[in-house]
């Protein structure tokens, strides 16, 4: 699958949205007035009030002869039933899951689908981390929607997405099909003086643009970086980079959740605090919601929206997108939008009192899931995906020490009710089989 994105797109208006119920109307309003086709590709797919619209939508394009293609991830989307994926087909439309799980697909198996990307024509363009769900905290009634952002597209860059979302697709839908034809940019109509870039961290093709994106801005800061995260375990690199811009004299600023679908990786990027807080890093706890955004801002020129999050899973293993944007109005916008959220919605974590208000049972919490996320980001079924060379047996010898220990969790999991067994003995058995075909090649 070739993914020939251009290294910058001129001639794009760019617009940047907030989850709430504004964008999901803005969203079915794209679908209705589809003409010629719909390319929805996203982590997940719930049948909720907002999905279930969606999904209705859908039907009625492709019932008015809309070419409209679904991807969804196969484990993010595991709650879409097969009831509501053949209601899909039978309307018309062209529905896929993406990596389902297959016996020749094993070496792939932790490669997901993290990119939410909604294309309209190849005129219309909505990228970022709001996935097709209705994602009130847990669903409860006049709760507040979680703090997550998209960017609306028009122009140029949304025929280079289309392609790309094609050639996605095709792949992915493994059978030959004609997909509508993607119109040719004759003149580039000057909607506005943005730069924008298309990002992808994908590791089966080897691209990690969006991870060297980051770590070249946060090297190249001159004056203030501001990062929104919602998974934030960053790489020991990463970590000294911002710490390193903070010296020199950069104002570096973390906005962080309090709330979160996964309490556990805040209680394991708050182990962290100290070590940011202690060399002139500013955090803010986002307290209104849920926080599930992930955008950066640097400099004033620079700014970043899209679906990676700065932990192991989104470095070494979904398949994620974001949208670079190079422009001084657009990035100044975006940091009123980013300073208000801090003013009215953050409070600004100070060591001294966070470390003093922080009981014994929490500060083990966090240092034991501090070590538990490392354990999984550096031993997990991620390490079966490492391209290896054939006279370095690094990762052979990291491989079999991997599945010896998680072998032997999964051991303990099953004989004791402390923790579950199973999901270790799978981790294990991955380990082993990536290093059976690892042996086999180099006998070949």
């Known amino acids: 699958m070739q993914h020939n994105l251009p290294q910058s797109t001129r001639g794009t208006a760019v617009n940047l949205l907030i989850e709430g119920p504004d964008y999901f109307n803005y969203y079915i309003q794209l679908i209705d007035g589809a003409q010629t086709s719909i390319h929805l590709q996203t982590y997940i797919f719930e049948m909720d009030e907002f999905g279930s619209h969606v999904h209705a939508a859908l039907i009625r394009a492709a019932q008015r002869g809309v070419q409209?293609?679904?991807?969804?991830?196969?484990?993010?989307?595991?709650?879409?039933?097969?009831?509501?994926?053949?209601?899909?087909?039978?309307?018309?439309?062209?529905?896929q899951r993406f990596n389902v799980f297959t016996y020749k697909g094993l070496l792939r198996v932790g490669r997901r689908l993290h990119h939410k990307l909604l294309l309209v024509d190849a005129q219309h363009g909505l990228v970022g981390g709001i996935n097709v769900t209705n994602s009130n905290?847990?669903?409860?009634?006049?709760?507040?929607?979680?703090?997550?952002?998209?960017?609306?597209?028009?122009g140029p860059v949304v025929i280079e997405l289309t392609r790309y979302g094609?050639?996605?697709?095709?792949?992915?839908?493994?059978?030959?099909?004609?997909?509508?034809?993607?119109?040719?940019?004759?003149?580039?109509?000057?909607?506005?003086d943005v730069v924008l870039r298309i990002s992808i961290n994908d590791w089966v093709y080897r691209r990690w643009q969006i991870a060297q994106t980051y770590s070249k801005l946060i090297n190249q800061a001159q004056s203030e970086i501001t990062i929104v995260n919602a998974y934030f375990f960053p790489r020991a690199k990463f970590k000294k980079q911002l710490v390193a811009a903070a010296k020199r004299g950069v104002k570096v600023r973390l906005i962080l959740p309090r709330i979160s679908d996964w309490p556990s990786y805040i209680l394991?990027?708050?182990?962290?605090?100290?070590?940011?807080?202690?060399?002139?890093?500013?955090?803010?706890?986002?307290?209104n919601s849920v926080l599930h955004g992930k955008m950066a801002t640097v400099d004033g020129h620079f700014a970043t929206v899209g679906s990676f999050n700065l932990n192991?899973?989104?470095?070494?293993?979904n398949l994620e997108m974001n949208i670079d944007v190079l422009s001084t109005p657009v990035?100044?916008?975006?940091?009123?939008?980013?300073?208000?959220?801090?003013?009215?919605?953050?409070?600004?974590?100070?060591?001294?009192?966070?470390?003093?208000n922080s009981t014994f049972r929490i500060k083990c919490l966090r240092f034991m899931f501090y070590i538990l996320l490392s354990i999984v980001a550096n031993m997990s079924v991620t390490l079966t995906y490492q391209e290896d060379n054939n006279k370095n047996?690094?990762?052979s010898l990291i491989r079999l020490c991997g599945a010896a220990v998680f072998f032997l969790l999964g051991v303990i999991g099953a004989i004791l009710p402390i923790m579950p067994g199973t999901p270790f003995f799978i981790i294990s058995?991955?380990?082993?089989?990536r290093q059976i075909l690892f042996i086999k090649n180099i006998r070949m």
């Open 68 to 95: 409209v293609c679904v991807l969804i991830d196969n484990i993010g989307s595991r709650n879409f039933s097969a009831l509501d994926e053949e209601s899909l087909r039978q309307n018309s439309v062209m529905f």
């Open 137 to 154: 905290y847990k669903h409860v009634p006049q709760s507040p929607h979680q703090l997550d952002f998209a960017v609306d597209l028009q």
């Open 166 to 192: 094609q050639s996605l697709f095709k792949k992915s839908f493994g059978k030959k099909l004609q997909l509508a034809k993607i119109p040719q940019v004759v003149a580039q109509t000057r909607l506005s």
């Open 268 to 287: 394991a990027s708050e182990y962290l605090y100290a070590y940011f807080l202690k060399r002139n890093v500013e955090i803010y706890q986002w307290k």
């Open 312 to 317: 192991y899973t989104s470095y070494q293993q």
């Open 331 to 356: 990035t100044a916008e975006w940091d009123r939008v980013l300073n208000n959220l801090i003013e009215t919605g953050c409070e600004k974590i100070n060591w001294d009192n966070f470390s003093k």
């Open 393 to 395: 047996k690094f990762y």
């Open 429 to 433: 058995f991955f380990l082993i089989y």
